[in-house]
């Protein structure tokens, strides 16, 4: 079982940066791919990025390479998602998700997420 808990979200401009951070509970947290999804109002919840549980493997959607980008502490239980040049389009609801597989997590069938944290970019 893993509680997830979302921090950093807020409104900032268009081409500015935030820090998500997602702090999980329990003791197999390494165990974990991690992963970041998002939902815009009056849209479906779509992938953003993944992580495996060593960190050594990360996938992204296309509309972030290069802008965003994902890691974890193991030792701190905690997945960040560093977001720059951030867009109004980024405008969501962003949820952390935790799986036994990076594939259940890019493919969004896990059972573990987050409530959410919002991000609103201005334009």
């Known amino acids: 079982q893993v509680q997830l808990v979302e921090s950093g979200g807020g409104l900032v401009q268009a081409g500015g940066s935030l820090r998500l951070s997602c702090a999980a509970s329990g003791r197999t947290f390494s165990s974990y791919a991690m992963g970041w999804f998002r939902q815009a109002p009056g849209k479906e919840r779509e992938f953003v990025a993944a992580?495996?549980?060593?960190?050594?493997?990360?996938y992204y959607t296309d509309s972030v390479k290069g802008r965003f980008t994902i890691s974890r502490d193991n030792a701190k239980n905690t997945v960040y998602l560093q977001m720059n040049s951030l867009k109004p389009e980024d405008t969501a609801v962003y949820y952390c998700?935790?799986?036994?597989?990076?594939?259940?997590?890019?493919?969004?069938?896990?059972?573990?997420w987050g409530q959410g944290t919002q991000v609103t970019v201005s334009s």
């Open positions: 998700a935790a799986g036994g597989s990076i594939i259940t997590v890019v493919a969004g069938t896990t059972d573990y």
């Open positions: 992580i495996s549980w060593s960190g050594g493997n990360t």
